[in-house]
């Protein structure tokens, strides 16, 4: 949630879902998750659009004193109530998350923390001993995602691990993806929405209808 809006106790929201129209539904009730790790119940009361933008407002906000102590909240639903996806090359961010993140040799290096949508791409943010890495999601990088058998599979260029906090080495590494990649196939999956999501989430727990997709080099 971005913003408070007006004296109501309306929120501006950020959309990252495909379905806002049944995501926030008035009677709706989601988690809103904070950067500190805490969790409140939210049951939405109404929602509009407004320039361009989703306002909400929730039975446990009265006004805009308590949606300004509402600001920067993450929203989450019920992991089990997303559709299935059809396509295969696309994922929701809770699949992904805390997948083991492995090289071709069966060696592990990480686990997946997090999927970062950026304007370039979905990169995979890896936890490694403590320190991340950032890793495209692409299929020149990430061959293989096996979720059944809680796994993703890396082929990096060499140094984009050890270099994984540099934004630089991030772009190489992508532009290089999709300059292989371009010579050989087209993109065949749509880019997914911005957000992040709790890592580990299964099917009985809160995620964002974030979706993540394994493409080609080239994003959408």
């Given at each position: 949630?971005?913003?408070?809006?007006?004296?109501?106790?309306?929120?501006?929201?950020?959309?990252?879902?495909?379905?806002?129209?049944?995501?926030?539904?008035?009677?709706?009730?989601?988690?809103?998750?904070?950067?500190?790790g805490?969790?409140?119940?939210?049951?939405?009361?109404?929602?509009?659009?407004?320039?361009?933008?989703?306002?909400?407002?929730?039975?446990?906000?009265?006004?805009r004193?308590?949606?300004?102590?509402?600001?920067?909240?993450?929203?989450?639903?019920?992991?089990?109530?997303?559709?299935?996806?059809?396509?295969?090359?696309?994922?929701?961010?809770?699949?992904?998350?805390?997948?083991?993140?492995?090289?071709t040799?069966?060696?592990?290096?990480?686990?997946?923390?997090?999927?970062?949508?950026?304007?370039?791409?979905?990169?995979?943010?890896?936890?490694?001993?403590?320190?991340?890495?950032?890793?495209?999601?692409?299929?020149?990088?990430?061959?293989?995602?096996?979720?059944?058998?809680?796994?993703?599979?890396?082929?990096?260029?060499?140094?984009?691990?050890?270099?994984?906090l540099?934004?630089?080495?991030?772009?190489?590494?992508t532009?290089?993806?999709?300059?292989?990649?371009?010579?050989?196939?087209?993109?065949?999956?749509?880019?997914?929405?911005?957000?992040?999501?709790?890592?580990?989430?299964?099917?009985?727990?809160?995620?964002?209808?974030?979706?993540?997709?394994?493409?080609?080099?080239?994003?959408?």
């Open positions: 949630m971005a913003k408070a809006h007006g004296i109501r106790g309306e929120l501006a929201v950020d959309v990252r879902t495909d379905s806002p129209e049944e995501r926030f539904a008035e009677g709706s009730v989601l988690t809103g998750k904070s950067r500190n805490g969790t409140t119940r939210l049951t939405v009361a109404a929602a509009r659009w407004h320039s361009g933008r989703l306002l909400l407002r929730f039975e446990e906000v009265p006004d004193t308590e949606a300004e102590r509402q600001r920067g909240l993450l929203l989450l639903a019920e992991a089990r109530e997303l559709p299935p996806i059809d396509d295969p090359d696309e994922f929701y961010d809770h699949e992904l998350e805390g997948l083991r993140a492995e090289l040799d069966g060696s592990v290096v990480g686990t997946v923390r997090a999927v970062v949508h950026s304007p370039g791409g979905e990169l995979l943010s890896l936890d490694r001993d403590g320190g991340e890495a950032l890793v495209p999601f692409v299929r020149e990088i990430v061959p293989e995602v096996d979720v059944d058998g809680g796994r993703v599979v890396l082929d990096p260029p060499e140094g984009l691990l050890d270099d994984g540099d934004d630089g080495a991030v772009a190489s590494a532009t290089d993806a999709t300059t292989d990649a371009d010579a050989t196939t087209d993109t065949d999956a749509t880019s997914g929405t911005e957000a992040t999501t709790d890592t580990g989430a299964t099917a009985d727990t809160e995620a964002t209808a974030d979706v993540a997709s394994h493409t080609d080099g080239t994003a959408g």
